[in-house]
């Protein structure tokens, strides 16, 4: 136990000294010391209360017979009976308050915010109350309740037992007898029990509000007309029991008290149970739509509410299938910034290419946007980490004093390949060498995704920096990160910390070294704020000096929003209330607040001031790398998917019900992934931005119905868009572009030589493009080898529009064969050799559009629409003079 006391000690010490090093000291005291409070207050107050109960009943039982005729209960000895009984219990309940109070100090969270309540400007529909009270209020009373409750059951039972050992309570063979100061003393516990139920049926009153009986989450028909009466009543009846309680104690029998308890007990089985289930099953279930109704229409606003999607701008999309030329060279930036490197190939291709040692890593690939000799491009970036598990030699001085960081990252157009199919890099090597203007100056990586042990920097040992060729680079840590070690008294505890006696011993570890430890990003985050929810995809930003920052979102959460449906493992409200930036080189963590209308982290900014700043404060080339959090973005859209449906009767019928499409896998359907790309979101707008999107197709069905997006710069950014698309038009979903991909003779063919013979096709992802009115559909195809370390290569981009499909081996090409012409001129670099084939393909295309064209204006001319017959008719006759003009 002293051993346990003093390492428990030691750890907090240790601890401080890291949130003072963080620069956050009231993250550690605040909630240390409002922890600390609860515990010894709820502690006290449960062991004095149980302990003073127990004396008074001892005091009572003295003046009691400790036999009774025909008690059945006889305890031999009873003297040493007395005392057994009596430290037994003393020591049970110091053990118990310390358990309630180490349970209490738990809901200092809870507590701090019931203190800092702040008002959400929304009132329940059902009890008028702000929003506020259910985040804030509601959740410590309950609380409080679960304490009551927690401390009337013991009081009784220590009581009871008291006087059954000493005297004041006797079972006969007639039934339990009790002497007079006995009954008193048992019925006020009684009686307080009772009155705290009534309490605890207003909570659930509260409840109501999200009950998961009707159609959506929230209290229904049944709920309010059969359920809260009900709960009313209990509220009235547990009060009244209480009061009888009381004076049944004096009078001596118990035949109102028990009548009343009775009521309570059938009232809460039959009313709080059956009477409801007869309502729903009778009166609602035959009606339900009418029932149910209004309240459908409060899940729908609620949820809206809650999930942030309440304001999402809804315009009309044609897609229509008239792309021409020039229209797709007036978005030549959109289709330079199609993302033909699909994260899960390239990490692998990073990993062969550019590791450099087996101590390295590359854990994720991220998409990111920045301006590249003034022109804007979508990049792909992994930091290059340091994996301490993957190290040669793990002995204690390479692990924790030798081999501290990683080194620099990789950088390239998500659009680019080499004419293997390879990436192209505009970052690469060790040390990082650069193309572009963008430059790497402290490509040291101390603080990153992979959670590496800890490790002392200014040491006397040799600092690996990077290796260069048959030599080392060595360095010296010249940062703020980490604590200081400055005496032989913090060795010492470093030591018993880590349970590593080299520390101690170790003569390289000296006053002006510093321990770094907690340097995984996530673990850092979590500890310093353990009330926020993290994105699972934190990403590397490169300042304007060349210094590398980590960038991660943060979540505010909550299942208490009323009649807000919920999702599983998250709760029914979320906001992305902040930014974390981290230095990688310092571990330097700042929070800005990214939602200043979210009232949780309002109430956090009044609890721990200065610690969160507002995004002004954010530098700005730091603010112009911001995205919005795919994982965010994921939820909205599931729940947009049936909450776009805001009239009852369709959200009940599920008439428009939609859903994220899925693809085929190796282990099964997969949901399509959102994905950013640099695009106009319409025709009229003045330029290109960086948005994150996903397509939507009917629930039952596999055409596109819809597609969302969000957009990611300033000063538009979080601005939710949705693009409908017209119903009585067939508009492709990804589903089925990938069925004809697969019907495809050709495709089909070529896809089948390739996955003989020891390689494998490996298909990105399907990527949705809108462009101008019309959506182009890509997905590019690598090829490996079957070896699970093998290099995946670039080898085909496939390009579906309207009833053409081309595959080609760049991206230029498959559109030159579809449109029949260059689309990239500023951007193709096509070999000599494919020129040819180049012309071949545009005159296909052109044979291929006149195709289409006829196709459109026989099947006007079977319906009898004479004006679409027309207007195609006239299409085909510009393909076919186009055609003549190639011809010669």
Same mark, same amino acid.
């Given at each position: 136990?002293?051993?346990?006391?003093?390492?428990?000690?030691?750890?907090?010490?240790?601890?401080?000294?890291?949130?003072?090093?963080?620069?956050?000291?009231?993250?550690?005291?605040?909630?240390?010391?409002?922890?600390?409070?609860?515990?010894?207050?709820?502690?006290?107050?449960?062991?004095?209360?149980?302990?003073?109960?127990?004396?008074?009943?001892?005091?009572?039982?003295?003046?009691?017979?400790?036999?009774?005729?025909?008690?059945?209960?006889?305890?031999?000895?009873?003297?040493? %009976?007395?005392?057994?009984?009596?430290?037994? /219990?003393? @020591?049970? $309940? #110091? +053990? *118990?308050?310390?358990?309630?109070? !180490?349970?209490?100090?738990?809901?200092?969270?809870?507590?701090?915010?019931?203190?800092?309540?702040?008002?959400?400007?929304?009132?329940?529909?059902?009890?008028?109350?702000?929003?506020?009270?259910?985040?804030?209020? %509601?959740?410590?009373?309950?609380?409080?309740? /679960?304490? @009551?409750? $927690? #401390? +009337? *059951?013991?009081?009784?039972?220590? !009581?009871?037992?008291?006087?059954?050992?000493?005297?004041?309570?006797?079972?006969?063979?007639?039934?339990?007898?009790?002497?007079?100061?006995?009954?008193?003393?048992?019925?006020?516990?009684?009686?307080?029990?009772?009155?705290?139920?009534?309490?605890?049926?207003? /909570?659930?009153?509260?409840? #109501? +509000?999200?009950?998961?009986?009707?159609?959506?989450?929230?209290?229904?028909?049944?709920?309010?007309?059969?359920?809260?009466?009900?709960?009313?009543?209990?509220?009235?009846?547990?009060?009244?029991?209480?009061?009888?309680?009381?004076?049944?104690?004096?009078?001596?029998?118990?035949?109102?008290?028990?009548?009343?308890?009775?009521?309570?007990?059938?009232?809460?089985?039959?009313?709080?149970?059956?009477?409801?289930?007869?309502?729903?099953?009778?009166?609602?279930?035959?009606?339900?739509?009418?029932?149910?109704?209004?309240?459908?229409?409060?899940?729908?606003?609620?949820?809206?509410?809650?999930?942030?999607?309440?304001?999402?701008?809804?315009?009309?999309?044609?897609?229509?299938?008239?792309?021409?030329?020039?229209?797709?060279?007036?978005?030549?930036?959109?289709?330079?910034?199609?993302?033909?490197?699909?994260?899960?190939?390239?990490?692998?291709?990073?990993?062969?290419?550019?590791?450099?040692?087996?101590?390295?890593?590359?854990?994720?690939?991220?998409?990111?946007?920045?301006?590249?000799?003034?022109?804007?491009?979508?990049?792909?970036?992994?930091?290059?980490?340091?994996?301490?598990?993957?190290?040669?030699?793990?002995?204690?001085?390479?692990?924790?004093?030798?081999?501290?960081?990683?080194?620099?990252?990789?950088?390239?157009?998500?659009?680019?390949?080499?004419?293997?199919?390879?990436?192209?890099?505009?970052?690469?090597?060790?040390?990082?060498?650069?193309?572009?203007?963008?430059?790497?100056?402290?490509?040291?990586?101390?603080?990153?995704?992979?959670?590496?042990?800890?490790?002392?920097?200014?040491?006397?040992?040799?600092?690996?920096?990077?290796?260069?060729?048959?030599?080392?680079?060595?360095?010296?840590?010249?940062?703020?990160?980490?604590?200081?070690?400055?005496?032989?008294?913090?060795?010492?505890?470093?030591?018993?910390?880590?349970?590593?006696?080299?520390?101690?011993?170790?003569?390289?570890?000296?006053?002006?070294?510093?321990?770094?430890?907690?340097?995984?990003?996530?673990?850092?985050?979590?500890?310093?704020?353990?009330?926020?929810?993290?994105?699972?995809?934190?990403?590397?930003?490169?300042?304007?000096?060349?210094?590398?920052?980590?960038?991660?979102?943060?979540?505010?959460?909550?299942?208490?929003?009323?009649?807000?449906?919920?999702?599983?493992?998250?709760?029914?409200?979320?906001?992305?209330?902040?930014?974390?930036?981290?230095?990688?080189?310092?571990?330097?963590?700042?929070?800005?607040?990214?939602?200043?209308?979210?009232?949780?982290?309002?109430?956090?900014?009044?609890?721990?001031?200065?610690?969160?700043?507002?995004?002004?404060?954010?530098?700005?080339?730091?603010?112009?790398?911001?995205?919005?959090?795919?994982?965010?973005?994921?939820?909205?859209?599931?729940?947009?998917?049936?909450?776009?449906?805001?009239?009852?009767?369709?959200?009940?019928?599920?008439?428009?019900?939609?859903?994220?499409?899925?693809?085929?896998?190796?282990?099964?359907?997969?949901?399509?992934?959102?994905?950013?790309?640099?695009?106009?979101?319409?025709?009229?707008?003045?330029?290109?931005?960086?948005?994150?999107?996903?397509?939507?197709?009917?629930?039952?069905?596999?055409?596109?119905?819809?597609?969302?997006?969000?957009?990611?710069?300033?000063?538009?950014?979080?601005?939710?868009?949705?693009?409908?698309?017209?119903?009585?038009?067939?508009?492709?979903?990804?589903?089925?572009?990938?069925?004809?991909?697969?019907?495809?003779?050709?495709?089909?063919?070529?896809?089948?030589?390739?996955?003989?013979?020891?390689?494998?096709?490996?298909?990105?992802?399907?990527?949705?493009?809108?462009?101008?009115?019309?959506?182009?559909?890509?997905?590019?195809?690598?090829?490996?080898?079957?070896?699970?370390?093998?290099?995946?290569?670039?080898?085909?981009?496939?390009?579906?529009?309207?009833?053409?499909?081309?595959?080609?081996?760049?991206?230029?090409?498959?559109?030159?064969?579809?449109?029949?012409?260059?689309?990239?001129?500023?951007?193709?670099?096509?070999?000599?050799?494919?020129?040819?084939?180049?012309?071949?393909?545009?005159?296909?295309?052109?044979?291929?559009?006149?195709?289409?064209?006829?196709?459109?204006?026989?099947?006007?001319?079977?319906?009898?629409?004479?004006?679409?017959?027309?207007?195609?008719?006239?299409?085909?006759?510009?393909?076919?003079?186009?055609?003549?003009?190639?011809?010669?």
């Amino acid at each position: 136990f002293s051993l346990g006391l003093v390492s428990s000690l030691v750890s907090l010490w240790i601890n401080w000294l890291w949130f003072l090093e963080s620069g956050y000291p009231i993250l550690f005291t605040k909630s240390l010391f409002t922890e600390l409070a609860l515990a010894t207050f709820f502690g006290l107050v449960f062991f004095l209360v149980v302990y003073s109960n127990t004396r008074l009943a001892r005091w009572l039982a003295s003046g009691q017979a400790r036999s009774y005729v025909d008690n059945i209960l006889e305890f031999a000895h009873i003297e040493g %009976l007395e005392r057994v009984v009596h430290r037994f /219990l003393l @020591g049970g $309940l #110091l +053990l *118990l308050a310390y358990i309630i109070g !180490s349970w209490a100090g738990g809901q200092w969270d809870v507590y701090l915010r019931y203190q800092n309540i702040v008002s959400f400007g929304v009132s329940d529909p059902l009890f008028s109350r702000d929003i506020g009270f259910y985040f804030f209020t %509601l959740p410590f009373y309950s609380f409080l309740y /679960l304490f @009551g409750f $927690l #401390l +009337l *059951l013991f009081s009784f039972l220590t !009581s009871l037992l008291t006087y059954v050992i000493e005297g004041g309570v006797w079972l006969t063979r007639r039934g339990l007898q009790m002497a007079k100061s006995a009954r008193l003393h048992l019925s006020a516990i009684v009686a307080l029990f009772l009155f705290l139920l009534s309490f605890h049926y207003q /909570l659930e009153i509260y409840d #109501l +509000l999200f009950s998961e009986r009707g159609i959506v989450y929230g209290a229904s028909f049944t709920d309010i007309n059969a359920q809260l009466p009900v709960l009313r009543l209990l509220i009235i009846i547990s009060s009244l029991s209480g009061l009888l309680v009381v004076v049944s104690a004096f009078r001596r029998r118990y035949t109102l008290a028990l009548s009343a308890l009775g009521l309570l007990v059938v009232v809460a089985l039959v009313g709080n149970q059956v009477y409801p289930e007869i309502v729903q099953r009778f009166e609602v279930a035959p009606n339900e739509i009418s029932k149910e109704a209004p309240f459908i229409d409060l899940g729908i606003k609620y949820t809206r509410m809650a999930y942030g999607i309440k304001d999402v701008h809804e315009e009309e999309f044609p897609a229509v299938e008239d792309l021409s030329l020039e229209a797709l060279k007036k978005n030549e930036l959109t289709l330079q910034n199609i993302r033909l490197w699909d994260h899960r190939p390239l990490l692998r291709t990073y990993g062969q290419l550019q590791v450099i040692r087996t101590y390295y890593d590359f854990e994720d690939v991220d998409n990111d946007r920045y301006l590249i000799e003034g022109k804007l491009r979508q990049v792909s970036l992994s930091p290059r980490e340091l994996s301490s598990d993957r190290l040669p030699s793990r002995i204690w001085i390479n692990e924790h004093l030798t081999y501290t960081h990683g080194y620099g990252l990789c950088m390239g157009p998500v659009n680019q390949f080499t004419k293997e199919g390879l990436p192209t890099f505009l970052i690469k090597d060790i040390p990082p060498r650069s193309s572009t203007n963008i430059k790497v100056t402290r490509p040291q990586i101390y603080y990153g995704e992979i959670s590496n042990s800890y490790c002392f920097v200014k040491t006397r040992a040799k600092e690996f920096d990077y290796p260069a060729g048959d030599e080392n680079v060595y360095t010296e840590y010249t940062g703020s990160g980490g604590i200081p070690v400055n005496n032989f008294f913090r060795k010492l505890l470093f030591s018993f910390r880590f349970k590593e006696p080299k520390i101690f011993l170790s003569s390289d570890i000296h006053p002006d070294s510093r321990l770094m430890f907690d340097r995984s990003i996530s673990t850092r985050l979590q500890k310093l704020l353990p009330f926020i929810r993290y994105d699972k995809d934190p990403y590397m930003v490169i300042s304007e000096e060349g210094h590398l920052f980590w960038i991660i979102d943060g979540y505010t959460l909550s299942d208490r929003f009323p009649y807000s449906q919920p999702t599983p493992d998250l709760g029914n409200y979320i906001r992305n209330s902040i930014k974390a930036t981290i230095d990688a080189y310092n571990g330097t963590v700042r929070f800005y607040i990214s939602d200043p209308g979210d009232p949780l982290i309002q109430v956090y900014s009044k609890i721990f001031p200065g610690v969160f700043k507002s995004m002004d404060e954010m530098p700005p080339h730091m603010r112009r790398h911001l995205r919005y959090p795919e994982d965010l973005f994921t939820i909205q859209a599931n729940i947009y998917a049936t909450y776009h449906m805001t009239d009852p009767q369709v959200f009940y019928n599920k008439e428009d019900l939609w859903r994220i499409p899925t693809l085929g896998q190796a282990g099964g359907d997969t949901p399509l992934e959102p994905y950013y790309t640099i695009m106009k979101l319409n025709t009229k707008a003045a330029r290109e931005e960086f948005i994150l999107m996903i397509p939507f197709t009917p629930a039952r069905r596999d055409n596109m119905i819809a597609w969302m997006a969000v957009r990611c710069d300033e000063p538009n950014y979080g601005k939710l868009i949705v693009y409908d698309f017209p119903k009585q038009r067939l508009v492709y979903g990804p589903t089925q572009i990938v069925s004809r991909i697969n019907q495809e003779a050709e495709i089909s063919k070529q896809l089948t030589l390739w996955n003989t013979g020891g390689s494998t096709v490996i298909r990105g992802s399907l990527l949705v493009i809108p462009v101008e009115e019309s959506i182009l559909y890509i997905q590019p195809l690598y090829l490996a080898a079957a070896q699970k370390e093998s290099l995946p290569e670039l080898k085909r981009i496939i390009v579906a529009f309207g009833n053409s499909i081309a595959m080609e081996e760049t991206l230029e090409l498959a559109l030159v064969r579809i449109f029949g012409g260059a689309v990239l001129p500023s951007e193709s670099k096509i070999p000599a050799q494919l020129s040819q084939k180049k012309e071949e393909s545009s005159i296909n295309a052109l044979v291929q559009k006149a195709n289409d064209y006829y196709q459109r204006a026989q099947s006007a001319l079977r319906q009898g629409d004479w004006s679409r017959y027309g207007e195609e008719i006239k299409r085909l006759g510009d393909v076919l003079k186009e055609l003549q003009e190639k011809s010669k």
